[in-house]
């Protein structure tokens, strides 16, 4: 089994800027990708960015391009999400994703991997 603690979410003004972080424990030898989701009550879950465990590869949604870096820190078994001129818009909570199937994550219908963390809030507001 996998377990994902998130960190990092809070109350930001609009332009404001947050970092995500999630750590990964367990059983993490099958993990090969990691991702942030967001869901906003009444809208679907949304990928937000995935990276791949050892070749760093990205992925990003389109609202977010230019503004939210992904990264991993393998060390540490953990993943950054750096998010910069942030939105009302972007007002979510957001969930830590790993599995071990990489097309999950850079291919539609982008289902992410088996493992979540609990989820943190980032609201975006004056």
């Known amino acids: 089994q996998v377990q994902l603690v998130e960190t990092g979410g809070g109350l930001v003004q609009p332009g404001g800027s947050l970092r995500l972080s999630c750590v990964a424990s367990?059983?993490?030898?099958?993990?090969?990708?990691m991702a942030w989701y967001r869901q906003t009550p009444g809208k679907q879950r949304e990928l937000v960015a995935a990276?791949?465990?050892?070749?760093?590869?990205?992925k990003y949604a389109d609202s977010v391009k230019g503004r939210f870096t992904i990264s991993r820190d393998n060390a540490n078994n953990a993943v950054h999400l750096q998010m910069s001129g942030l939105k009302p818009e972007d007002t979510a909570v957001y969930y830590c994703?790993?599995?071990?199937?990489?097309?999950?994550?850079?291919?539609?219908?982008?289902?992410?991997?088996?493992?979540w963390g609990q989820g943190t809030q980032v609201t975006v507001s004056s």
């Open positions: 994703n790993a599995g071990s199937a990489v097309v999950g994550f850079f291919f539609p219908p982008y289902a992410g991997g088996d493992y």
């Open positions: 367990g059983n993490i030898s099958n993990i090969n990708a």
């Open positions: 990276i791949t465990r050892r070749a760093g590869n990205t």
